[in-house]
């Protein structure tokens, strides 16, 4: 019989033993319908099924030599494939094989109970059910898999509910979402997870009554957090899936299908939740992005235009009345594109070639009149009818800029080639027309040595509104004071709003006054009110940084000229300091080299003026009545003495340059003769000789002058800081070698001229020193320095030389003193110096009551005997009474004697010279010279001290050994002093006596 079951592809597997028994399971399929195998034992059998894909197994229960029965191999198979159908067809069954073969879950058992050809047909409807049944059971449990594979879905919750919602299963996002342990058995809306939702329960039950009558019901749940502690705990939520959601908000979308039995009735329910979070959010984030397009479209400043092929309006922006001023139903009024942008804006043939033509650039009037350009872009569209899109960009400002901005470039270019400040201002007024388009400008400059604002530039269209320009103080009294001091600009809609408006007059409105760095105030406006918009107040920034960045640059080339000037200018300082410093350099190597003062005056005089260094220089001084000023050398020009000759030099009346430096102790310094020219007669006759500068120095040493040296130069202003000040220096060094020399005259010469002078200075420390003691002090010359001061032996005459030398330590000057010696006539030597031998002196009973002696002194520097013999005067003697003072010097024949008695006058006050006498040396090799030559200072030093201390009296009035302890010497070093010093005393007698006699006429 057919069946719909009986399909050609079907493959059965027949297991069957060789014997007779089992020719019904062969002739059974016989027919060639299914794909048949035959097998012998149920271990090839359980193979094939392994190997191979079979749709029906067929097998008898006995097999010889195998262990495994048809039964075992049911229950092999059934471990395997639960679902693969089985025929067992014993040969000889009984029920209780059929009662284990049906436990075992076979498909159909076949006994032998009948005839064969109905064993063979009940077979065959066997295998019949069998695969139809197979197939079934395959069907059912794949769509079960499906099924589990759909609840178990990781992404989404699924429950299984009883038709009145209780719940009766849940995978495992459900149970994890829930987070409850006894979920199954409850009602499905009161699940804590629809807890979290507004009105969640009642929308979950709504939803299950609807399901539960055979519809399939959504419905949509956002979680809504009822505290913040439900919003923690909403952001760690796992979606379905496992992952962490970070929302506080979650959206569910639920689903609820009906399941029916066979017979039709809703059986139970499939619930179905899903997390829509993200969607929701996309759904959400598109919707503002609508809103956001239909803002931005309502407010940019760009218009878009849609029309079709014919030029009418399709779409108008809500904002074209930003660039037009018109409403978008008035736009539509007009009908065509060409009555709002005109005709021929492009070539539709070029726009559907391209298909979109971008900055295309027109111009439009607006509601108001006023013309915009504008930059269109045209594109092909095909949106609700219109073909064509227009996008507008208002460029008017832009437009403007950049014609400005050329403008400004040209003025730029052109204050590269401003040179002064005035230049530079009267450019970019005269230029600010063209990059502001305003009628009035002005710059004002800052005048830095009068403290004010001075208007170097004023456009025609200032003067006409505003009148002149007038200076401003550098104060917050006026705008442009206000502006320069704190450095801010200031724009004006109406400039008589500002209380600092110093014009009320004035027809300006709209101003701006800008700074100008350092410099000063640019400012420009107009007549009318508000017409600095933001272009506007940009360009003016733009020109006045312009300006200032060139005033910048010509302030700081300015700066560098000058720099290079003055560098120039100390160049040829140098340059003249380097001709100074030889001219120096040549001088001192003719002062070192010079023996006389002539030679010294006259090594200045030429090494000044050779090689055109200087024209003029002389040295000049007073002449013998000290009235007016002689030259003792010149050199230069041969005109220099006719110039000599021509001006007054007198001391009284002259004002020639050597004349005041004489008569001033000052240096004298003329930069311009020319100056003054008709109000002294000796500018005259330098000019004549071309002397156009002078300055003249005092050559002073110490306090004294030596004569004064006047330089002359053939050019104004030769004689700058720097060269006065080498000169000057000059001048000291000239009088230094003056001294030297002299010095050295009267330590050679063999005559020399000696001066007495009475001294009345109360302040000398002899004078002083005798006055206290009431008794006659004498000095001998005799000196000896030390480091900070000399050492001098006094002889004391009417008073004790103890009393006297305690006195002494008492003064300024002096540093310290000490009793030499006693006369012989006031008391024993011995009992003077006191039991013990030392140097100690007794009592006045022990030292009888004659008075006299020396004293050793150590006067502090200043020494007079020094301060006079730096220059070359030489002090034999001094002798101080209490009432009189008496001081004798030798100077050497070359030194004038007033020059002399000058320098003592300037040592001592009150001096009054009361003799003068020649001293003539006996012989070439003077005695006394040849001795001090032979002789050291310490050699000399002893020696004086063992003379005045009486160590050369007879008796000795002090031992050798208490002359050594007074200098601090050993016994053994001071007679070896004495000895030393007597040696070259008799060598220096006897050389001299052993001279050979000189021939004389008339003596022997």
Known sequence: MASAWTLDDARILVVKPPEKDSVTLSSALDDDVYDVIEVSTADAALESIASRSVDCLLTAQSFPKSELTGLGLLEAVRERDPDLPVVLAPADGDESLASDSIAADVTAYIPHDGTEDETIEDCRTAIERALSRGQTRRRRRARARQFEAIFEDPETYSWILESDGIVRRANEPALAATDASDVLGRPFQDLPLWQQTADGPAKVRGTIERAATGAVAHRELTQVPADETCVADLTRTKSPSGTERPEAVRTLEMTVRPIRDESGEVDSLLARATDVTERARLERDLRQSEELHRVTLNNMTDTVLITDDDGAF????????????????????????????????????????????????????????????????????????????????????????????????????????????????????????????LEASAAYLFDTDENVFRPVA???????????????????????????VDGQSRFFSDVHDSPSLSNPGTDLRSAAYVPLGDHGVFVVGSATSGTFDEVSRELTDLLAATAEAALDRVERERTLRERDRELERRNRQLTRLNEINEIIRELDQALVRAETREEIERAVCDRLTTADRFSFAWIGTEDASGDRLESRTHGGTSE?????????????????????????????????????????????????????????IPMAYDEFTYGVLTVYADQPGAFDDMIRAVLAELGETIASAIV???????????????????????????????????????????????????????????????????????????????????????????????????????????????????????????????????????????????????????????????????????????????????????????????????????????VRLAYYGGYFESPREQSGEDIAETLDISPAAFYRHVRTVQRKLFESIFDEITLPATSTDGIE
Not at 460 to 482: K, W
Not at 661 to 687: C, I, K, Q
């Open 314 to 437: 399709t779409y108008v922006c809500p904002n074209v009345h930003f660039i037009f001023g018109y409403s978008d139903d008035e736009i539509h009024e007009m009908g065509s594109i060409d009555e709002l942008l005109g005709p021929d804006l492009f070539d539709r043939a070029d726009l559907e070639s391209a298909g979109v033509l971008t900055n295309i650039e027109c111009t439009a009037t607006d509601r108001a009149g006023r013309e915009h350009t504008l930059l269109v872009n045209v594109r092909e569209v095909s949106i609700q009818g219109g073909t064509t899109l227009y996008s507008c960009r208002d460029i008017t400002k832009r437009k403007r800029r950049e014609e400005a901005l050329t403008a400004l470039h040209r003025t730029a270019r052109q204050l590269l080639y401003a040179e002064t400040d005035r230049e530079i201002a009267d450019i970019v007024v005269a230029d600010a027309t063209d990059v502001l388009d």
């Open 640 to 696: 220099g003495r006719e110039y000599l000759d021509s001006v007054s030099l007198s001391l009284a009346d002259g004002s020639e340059p050597a004349v005041r430096t004489a008569t001033g102790g000052e240096e004298t310094v003329v930069l311009n003769v020319a100056d003054g020219l008709r109000e002294e007669a000796w500018r005259s006759e330098a000019l004549a000789r071309t002397y156009q500068s002078a300055v003249s």
């Open 740 to 942: 030297a020399v002299e010095r050295k005259h009267a330590l050679l010469s063999n005559a020399s001229t000696r001066l007495e002078f009475e001294v009345a200075d109360e302040a000398f420390v002899f004078s002083r020193l005798a006055r206290q003691t009431d008794c006659v002090l004498s000095f001998d010359g005799g000196i000896r320095q030390r480091e900070d001061g000399v050492s001098v032996i006094v002889t004391v005459d009417g008073a004790r030389p103890d009393a006297v030398a305690a006195a002494a330590d008492e003064l300024v000057a002096v540093d310290g003193a000490r009793v030499i010696s006693f006369d012989r006539d006031a008391g024993d030597s011995a009992d003077a110096r006191g039991s013990d031998g030392n140097n100690e002196l007794g009592s006045e009973s022990e030292v009888g009551d004659g008075v006299g002696g020396a004293i050793l002194v150590d006067l502090s520097r200043p020494v007079f005997a020094l301060q006079l013999a730096d220059h070359g005067v030489v002090v034999r003697s001094v002798e101080a009474t209490p009432s009189s003072t008496r001081v004798v010097v030798d100077v050497p024949r070359s030194v004038d004697a007033r020059e002399s008695a000058n320098i003592v006058s300037r040592v001592f006050s009150g001096v009054e010279l009361q003799s003068k006498q020649t001293v003539e040396q006996t012989t070439s090799g003077d005695f006394h010279t040849d001795l001090r030559d032979r002789l050291t200072e310490r050699q000399l030093e002893v």
């Open 458 to 484: 004023s456009s025609m269209g200032m003067e006409r509104l505003h009148g002149p320009v007038h200076d401003h103080r550098a104060t917050e009294d006026s705008i442009p004071g206000r502006v320069f």
